[in-house]
């Protein structure tokens, strides 16, 4: 009797005990995948990428994939089991790393934690972000060309040079037209009395420039290295003293390679852009204004490595690319006014204070990449509507040394920028293959590094007039050609240099 209480005991013993162990088991399949690491992962971005890749797991499980299933099947057809496979591994490598019993891990990559977020990373897309800052990067650039035009305007109405032997009592120099026409007022209207027999109305210019820089890994977008080449070009026309009104049309290529030593992944990204932007300029003494209003067209050659190992013998190394064409539509619009102050000791220096407002919408299309192997690691990227609206305090200090051969023009040009829109840009995007099968839920909302609220840009350069203007009697001034060089640098944007080197010409005709 007292045997059977034993033994009834200790079966109670035993059954509570398989309760409990029941119960733990549960608990811990529950996390026994992805998230069981949060807050371990090596980046944010990792983290991110381990939420999207689980979701895509636990609706595709949904739908009717396995963990042991080789094949598609009539609920897991080919392009979900594309996606599976992929989604699948990183879960099993998160279970085996979990050390549970009970849940399938055969297809696990055989790696550590280390290795398990490198390969979330690989699989997260963040190189999209770079098509933002490309842009951006373009349209400053055309922007910078324009204010160079804007300022070889107000400086010498023209920019050019002007043979001094157009005025009485004036010899053995180089005059800029600026000069030119205060001359022309103490002489009783110059040569002929006629402002537009002295200035030809007509002005062409070319700009180059080359651009390199990089940005250094974060939590939020990939380490890259950056060169690119622009070209932008115009005319404009001199209505009276007072107003001009021009076009300026440019083109740009700039290419980025992702440097996997210093964030993991690999990949390119080749933009080649196209602008045209009218505008206008005022003048009236030493006051000027200027408003221009343009439209940019970028487009995008992506390539994206997916590239990992798999340290178990069952289960293959991921190496695809993931390819895309695109393309973003940008609307800009700037308005300056600034003042030109010339001291009266030092008659040879300008000293310009501006300020400027600027506005910038982004949109950039839906696309889909394609891999080139098949895996089911493209992505169909949503639409981005970006919108910046920047103000920007400047001062350019220039002098004019005249020789006997020309005249050069040394400046400095500080701008201050200030950005008034710092909303949050995610990117969303979702495994091409399943699209159609998944919620919004399983989308990789891919964060930014963001808008920067402040930074600056810094210039130095030189202009030279090459050749002094030629006058033909009932055609106006022309002829004058002027050459010039700068060197710009992108100060305080965190993790971002960016340095561009410009030369360009100007000619009136």
Same mark, same amino acid.
């Given at each position: 009797?007292?045997?059977?209480?034993?033994?009834?005991?200790?079966c109670?013993?035993?059954?509570?005990?398989?309760?409990?162990?029941?119960?733990?088991?549960?608990?811990?399949?529950?996390?026994?995948?992805?998230?069981?690491?949060?807050?371990?992962?090596?980046?944010?971005?990792?983290?991110?990428?381990?939420?999207?890749?689980?979701?895509?797991?636990?609706?595709l499980?949904?739908?009717?994939?396995?963990?042991?299933?080789?094949?598609a099947t009539?609920s897991?057809?080919?392009?979900?089991?594309?996606?599976?496979?992929?989604?699948?591994?990183?879960?099993?490598?998160?279970?085996?790393?979990?050390?549970?019993?009970?849940?399938?891990?055969?297809?696990?990559?055989g790696?550590?934690?280390?290795?398990?977020?490198?390969?979330?990373?690989?699989?997260?897309?963040?190189?999209?972000?770079t098509?933002?800052?490309?842009?951006?990067?373009?349209?400053?650039?055309?922007?910078?060309?324009?204010?160079?035009?804007?300022?070889?305007?107000?400086?010498?109405?023209?920019?050019?040079?002007?043979?001094?032997?157009?005025?009485?009592?004036?010899?053995g120099?180089?005059?800029? #037209? %600026? !000069?030119?026409?205060?001359?022309?007022?103490? =002489? *009783?209207?110059?040569? &002929? +009395?006629?402002? /537009?027999?002295? @200035?030809?109305?007509?002005?062409?210019?070319?700009n180059?420039s080359?651009?390199?820089?990089?940005?250094? #890994? %974060? !939590?939020f977008?990939?380490?890259?290295?950056? =060169? *690119?080449?622009?070209? &932008? +070009?115009?005319? /404009?026309?001199? @209505?009276?003293?007072?107003?001009?009104?021009?076009?300026?049309m440019?083109?740009?290529?700039q290419?980025? #390679?992702? !440097?996997?030593?210093?964030?993991?992944?690999?990949?390119?990204?080749?933009?080649?852009?196209?602008?045209?932007?009218?505008?206008?300029?005022f003048?009236?003494?030493?006051l000027?204004?200027?408003?221009?209003?343009?439209?940019?067209?970028?487009?995008?050659?992506?390539?994206?490595?997916?590239?990992?190992?798999?340290?178990?013998?069952?289960?293959?190394?991921?190496?695809t690319v993931?390819?895309s064409?695109?393309?973003?539509?940008?609307?800009?619009?700037t308005?300056?006014?600034?003042?030109?102050?010339?001291?009266?000791?030092?008659?040879?220096?300008?000293i310009?204070?501006?300020l400027?407002?600027?506005?910038?919408?982004?949109?950039i299309?839906?696309y889909?990449?394609?891999?080139?192997?098949?895996?089911?690691?493209?992505?169909?990227?949503?639409?981005q509507?970006?919108?910046?609206?920047?103000?920007?305090?400047?001062?350019?200090?220039?002098?004019?040394?005249?020789?006997?051969?020309?005249?050069?023009v040394?400046?400095?040009?500080?701008?201050?920028?200030?950005?008034?829109?710092?909303?949050?840009?995610?990117?969303?995007?979702?495994?091409?293959?399943?699209?159609?099968?998944?919620t919004?839920?399983?989308?990789?909302?891919?964060?930014?590094?963001?808008?920067?609220?402040?930074?600056?840009?810094?210039?130095?350069?030189?202009?030279?007039?090459?050749?002094?203007?030629?006058?033909?009697?009932g055609?106006?001034?022309a002829?004058g050609?002027?050459?010039?060089?700068?060197?710009?640098?992108?100060?305080?944007?965190?993790?971002?240099?960016?340095?561009?080197?410009?030369?360009?010409?100007?000619?009136?005709?």
């Amino acid at each position: 009797m007292k045997l059977r209480v034993n033994i009834k005991n200790h079966c109670i013993y035993i059954n509570v005990i398989s309760v409990v162990l029941v119960f733990f088991t549960a608990i811990n399949n529950t996390h026994a995948n992805l998230l069981a690491f949060q807050g371990q992962y090596g980046s944010e971005l990792e983290e991110q990428a381990a939420i999207s890749n689980q979701r895509v797991y636990d609706e595709l499980r949904a739908l009717g994939c396995t963990d042991g299933q080789t094949a598609a099947t009539a609920s897991c057809g080919a392009s979900a089991f594309r996606v599976w496979g992929g989604v699948r591994e990183l879960v099993h490598t998160a279970r085996d790393l979990s050390n549970i019993i009970g849940e399938p891990s055969d297809y696990n990559l055989g790696t550590n934690l280390e290795g398990l977020g490198f390969a979330l990373r690989w699989t997260a897309g963040e190189e999209f972000s770079t098509q933002e800052s490309m842009s951006d990067s373009f349209v400053n650039g055309q922007l910078s060309g324009l204010s160079s035009r804007i300022t070889a305007l107000t400086r010498g109405m023209k920019g050019f040079a002007l043979a001094s032997n157009y005025f009485p009592g004036i010899s053995g120099q180089t005059l800029l #037209a %600026s !000069d030119a026409l205060r001359l022309e007022g103490q =002489v *009783g209207g110059g040569a &002929s +009395g006629d402002t /537009d027999r002295v @200035l030809s109305p007509w002005g062409g210019f070319f700009n180059t420039s080359y651009t390199y820089g990089d940005q250094d #890994a %974060s !939590d939020f977008e990939d380490a890259y290295d950056f =060169v *690119g080449y622009a070209y &932008s +070009g115009g005319i /404009d026309y001199r @209505l009276n003293p007072s107003w001009v009104v021009g076009v300026s049309m440019g083109y740009s290529e700039q290419d980025i #390679a992702f !440097d996997a030593n210093k964030s993991i992944v690999e990949g390119t990204v080749d933009m080649t852009a196209y602008s045209l932007m009218p505008f206008l300029l005022f003048q009236a003494d030493s006051l000027f204004a200027t408003v221009s209003a343009g439209y940019q067209i970028a487009e995008f050659e992506t390539e994206r490595f997916i590239r990992y190992p798999s340290f178990n013998t069952d289960v293959a190394n991921t190496d695809t690319v993931a390819v895309s064409d695109n393309d973003a539509g940008i609307f800009t619009a700037t308005g300056s006014v600034g003042y030109s102050y010339t001291p009266s000791r030092f008659r040879m220096l300008s000293i310009d204070p501006y300020l400027s407002l600027n506005y910038q919408r982004t949109t950039i299309g839906e696309y889909t990449e394609q891999d080139i192997k098949n895996d089911g690691f493209a992505f169909t990227v949503d639409k981005q509507s970006l919108e910046s609206i920047e103000s920007v305090l400047g001062l350019r200090v220039q002098g004019v040394a005249s020789f006997g051969w020309g005249v050069l023009v040394p400046f400095v040009d500080a701008q201050f920028f200030k950005e008034h829109n710092t909303n949050d840009h995610k990117i969303n995007a979702i495994y091409a293959d399943v699209s159609d099968s998944l919620t919004d839920a399983a989308q990789f909302s891919l964060e930014t590094n963001g808008t920067e609220s402040s930074y600056n840009i810094y210039a130095v350069g030189l202009s030279a007039v090459v050749r002094g203007t030629t006058y033909t009697t009932g055609n106006g001034a022309a002829g004058g050609i002027q050459i010039y060089f700068s060197y710009r640098s992108i100060q305080n944007i965190q993790d971002y240099t960016q340095h561009i080197i410009a030369g360009g010409a100007r000619y009136e005709f």
